[in-house]
């Protein structure tokens, strides 16, 4: 009898913050977080029993479209500390769990609170894909497709934390 174990992948990523730790978890609440996490889907987030904030237990779902096919998944707040640390576990329809976790920290060149010294994000997903495939498919598509997703969503949120404006994108060549 062959055992198949699920594919575990792997991600760990730092984002530099002109801001202190406080002003940048100010975009850590379910009403700031769709601008930076998910804004490729549109997402939606929907806290249990209509909570305002995260805490520890909540249950938050998580929808939004993706080429035009609804996609959500179910995540459970299981670390919370404010100005300092999100975490949550999470499950799709289609099987895919894992966890996220985003801790905030001071930059050296200044206290905790103060801009000059400014803020790291460290961020570290992990994640299991089901079923006989799951370790090719990580291999060749997810891994990269998840990294590349998750740098995007922290350089979004360094742009509305510093107020910089998005570079304008533009496929027109200029000589």
């Known amino acids: 009898m062959v055992h198949w174990r699920a594919a575990m992948g792997k991600i760990e990523l730092t984002q530099p913050i002109a801001a202190p730790p406080r002003h940048v978890f100010a975009f850590f609440v379910p009403q700031r977080m769709p601008y930076w996490y998910g804004a490729e889907m549109d997402s939606c987030f929907e ?14 779902r998580i929808s939004g479209k993706i080429g035009g096919r609804s996609v959500s998944h179910t995540a459970v707040v299981t670390g919370f500390e404010s100005a300092r640390l999100l975490e949550w576990r999470f499950q799709d329809a289609s099987g895919v769990r894992g966890l996220e976790r985003w801790e905030l ?71």
Not at 47 to 60: E, I, P, R, Y
Not at 125 to 136: I, S, V, W
């Open 47 to 60: 806290l249990q029993d209509g909570a305002a904030d995260f805490a520890l237990g909540l249950k938050v």
């Open 105 to 175: 920290g001071g930059l050296p060149g200044g206290a905790p609170d103060s801009t000059p010294g400014g803020t790291v994000v460290r961020f570290l997903t992990k994640y299991e894909l089901p079923g006989r495939l799951g370790r090719l498919l990580d291999w060749l598509v997810t891994r990269r497709a998840v990294a590349r997703r998750s740098r995007e969503h922290l350089r979004r949120l360094a742009i509305l934390v510093e107020g910089r404006a998005e570079p304008a994108r533009s496929w027109s060549v200029t000589r």
